[in-house]
Structure formats: C-alpha cells, structure tokens
C-alpha cells in the first residue's frame, strides 16, 4: 500500500501518481500486471516520477506507461483501437499488419 504520508508534496501533486483507490494495472513496456498501490515513486537529479516496479522496466506514470486493466475504471484505459493494434502486432510483428488494423495511417496514440 502506498503510504501517501511518506511522500513528499511533490508525489502526491504529481498528474501520473497511482489512484487513491487502487486497482489492476498492466505496464504497456514489460506487460506486467499488479496492483496500482505497487507504483513506486523515484527521487532523481531533476525531480521524482511515479514508475512501474518491475526491475529492468522503464514504464512511468499512470494513465501514460501504466493503465487499468479495466479500462471501465478510469475511461482511458485500452479500447478496441488498442486491441486491433495488439492483435495485429501479435501475428507475426509485421508492420504491414498493423497498418492494415486502421483505415489511417496514423497510429492510434
């Protein structure tokens, strides 16, 4: 469980730091999934940042790298363009694949 006590000001004020009341995560760099009370913030040279807890994962923020797996919960969780472009990507990480997935070409984030 976070302890909102410990922290300084600045995590707590932080637009990424993990919801007041926790919930199911999922990492979009290394795809873990764990409780957003897991979210670690890290002090550095030019201030601190909330980041995934998986050593070796570069994931920060929620709601940016690290999202509900219950999209429901929050309304910026994966929808269905985010499903295309996973199953598109998962078939064989042709990029011709997820291309074909949008009837754009840009990419949906």
């Known amino acids: 469980m976070v302890m ?7 995590a707590l004020e932080d637009c990424f730091k993990p919801p007041d009341q926790p919930c199911q995560v999922q990492c979009l760099h290394c795809g873990h999934q764990y409780s957003s009370e897991e ?3 890290c ?4 201030g601190g940042f ?4 998986i050593e070796g994962c570069d994931g920060a ?18 929808d269905d363009e985010y499903d295309e472009y ?24």
């Open 50 to 53: 909330w980041r995934c807890p």
């Open 43 to 46: 002090e550095g040279e030019d």
């Open 86 to 109: 996973d199953e598109a990507l998962s078939h064989d990480n042709d990029l011709d694949d997820y291309a074909d997935a949008f009837d754009d070409d840009e990419p949906p984030f």
């Open 39 to 41: 979210i670690i913030w």
């Open 61 to 78: 923020g929620f709601q940016f790298d690290i999202h509900p797996v219950d999209s429901t919960l929050w309304g910026h969780g994966a």
């Open 4 to 10: 909102w006590s410990n922290l300084p000001k600045e």
